[in-house]
């Protein structure tokens, strides 16, 4: 009976490692929503999103885990105006590091980058 107990316990200690191994989990207190595509039937290959949102509940970053062709981070940026209007629809930026998810601190400052848009506008402005 103990021999039982001891490989039930064993087991599902396994299965919490591989669990906290495998998943990327944002470490930020913001709200946020993460989301993993499969890509393949065994879902070895993923495609995962995290997308932050502010205190209203309106989304104000979306970031591509490594989604680049380097395996960087890729992550649009939404900006609102005083009234809560989203005037500004910015491209998405790819970043020089992943941070597997988290929240990127200063999104559009890998966009000056030459390689990436140049001194081109990245965003389309309503007016």
């Known amino acids: 009976m103990k021999k039982h107990i001891i490989t039930k316990v064993g087991a599902f200690l396994g ?22 595509e499969c890509l393949s039937a065994d879902c070895i290959k993923q495609s995962a999103a995290v997308t ?27 900006e609102y105006d005083g009234f809560g209007r989203q005037v500004k629809d910015y491209l998405s930026v790819p970043q020089s590091n992943t941070l597997n998810g988290n929240i990127i601190p200063d999104p559009l400052a890998n966009a000056t980058n030459p390689a990436i848009y140049g001194s081109e506008r990245i965003f389309a402005e309503k007016k």
């Open 52 to 78: 932050y949102f502010d205190g209203l509940g309106r989304p104000k970053q979306v970031v591509d885990v490594k989604a680049s062709p380097a395996a960087k981070d890729v992550v649009t940026h939404i």
């Open 15 to 36: 299965l919490i490692v591989s669990g906290i191994a495998y998943a990327q989990i944002p470490t930020s207190n913001e709200n946020y929503i993460q989301s993993i």
